[in-house]
């Protein structure tokens, strides 16, 4: 048998009702008092010819797909990896399986994917989201769908989410630089407004206005292709060559940004201390090995499959949504040692 056989096919192969056929499938038919010779008749039937329910057709009988929708910035990205696999696990031992997408934070393409989970009738949202989605997830919570947001939110809408200090972070370690005898710090990040990316923001200026220094921002658009954020690093550096310390906003502009210093010949540690949000192997098997603000991964991914599991298995989605922030661990390597020149003073 070529095609794909459903349901009134198979009760017309056997003469039995479609109902039979059924409630045997779905497990009910010792409920329903079928006898055991027709149950395994029909399961017969099904093993020889290889039948395969629908899974849209049951996911619109049933109400539920048991299907998650997790959409990130880039599936690839160390960050997103490493929850995103925390989150499956936990997910298919709760009988849910996961569909991944990576939006590139662009609002149109991420406009495209929600439409896609749709008509996959994903039963709940794991989002990173970018901006300018609001009316998307609006409309998904109107319609009764859990979503839970994760590294960042959107400040208009009130949905779950669950977030790490990302201003206390970066004020920690801007103070860790200033601590160490450096006075001419820079904050380098990419071009967004995004809350998490805000707030490591506001965490830099809060503790460079705290002791009167000058602020260094160099803001860049975001790519896949390294190469266009590494030029604009090297102009930078070009231009200010006073800078004595540089605090990178992502691990994604922190890999290019140790790129551009080794291109200019710099040494770090010894030219310019180098602290990076968002901790990974590659910082600490560089050499001199890269301080760096670490997530603790675990704690997220956890957070946010319970969430989404407890909103799920739940009647009702008018509780009071949850906003969780996480604190981070700042791990001091050698990229960030006191400085070995005389100090300016702090004005």
């Known amino acids: 048998m070529n095609k794909k056989l459903s349901i009134v096919d198979i009760a017309n192969q056997l003469n039995v009702s479609q109902t039979t056929v059924s409630f045997i499938l779905n497990g009910k038919a010792q409920e329903k008092r079928i006898s055991v010779e027709l149950v395994e008749r029909v399961q017969k039937f099904v093993e020889e010819v290889g039948y395969k329910p629908n899974s849209l057709a049951k996911s619109l009988r049933t109400g539920k797909s048991n299907i998650i929708g997790l959409m990130v910035e880039d599936i690839s990205n160390p960050f997103f990896a490493s929850i995103a696999r925390m989150i499956e696990d936990r997910a298919y031992k709760n009988g849910y399986k996961i569909i991944y997408c990576s939006t590139d934070n662009d609002t149109d393409k991420t406009k495209d994917l929600i439409n896609v989970f749709r008509d996959r009738h994903v039963d709940g949202y794991i989002m990173a989201p970018p901006e300018g989605i609001e009316n998307e997830v609006e409309m998904l919570l109107k319609n009764n769908l859990p979503v839970v947001m994760v590294d960042r939110y959107l400040p208009d809408i009130a949905t779950d989410y669950i977030v790490v200090d990302n201003l206390a972070s970066t004020h920690k370690a801007t103070q860790h630089l200033i601590d160490n005898g450096y006075r001419k710090i820079a904050f380098i990040t990419f071009s967004s407004m995004q809350t998490q990316m805000a707030d490591r923001l506001q965490g830099y200026k809060k503790?460079?206005?705290?002791?009167?220094?000058?602020?260094?921002?160099?803001r860049i658009k975001f790519s896949q292709n390294q190469e266009l954020i590494v030029e604009p690093l090297v102009d930078y550096l070009k231009k200010h060559p006073d800078i004595d310390a540089i605090l990178f906003g992502t691990?994604?502009?922190?890999?290019c940004g140790l790129r551009a210093i080794n291109r200019l010949g710099l040494r770090v540690s010894e030219d310019l201390a180098v602290v990076s949000f968002d901790d990974y192997d590659v910082f600490e098997l560089s050499s001199p090995s890269i301080s760096a603000i670490a997530q603790p991964l675990e704690a997220i991914a956890d957070n946010v499959i319970t969430l989404l599991l407890n909103r799920l298995n739940s009647n009702t989605q008018s509780d009071k949504q949850q906003q969780i922030t996480i604190s981070t661990h700042f791990n001091v390597r050698s990229s960030s040692v006191p400085k070995k020149t005389p100090v300016l003073p702090l004005s």
């Open 207 to 218: 503790a460079i206005k705290e002791n009167g220094l000058k602020e260094y921002v160099k």
């Open 251 to 255: 691990n994604h502009v922190g890999t």
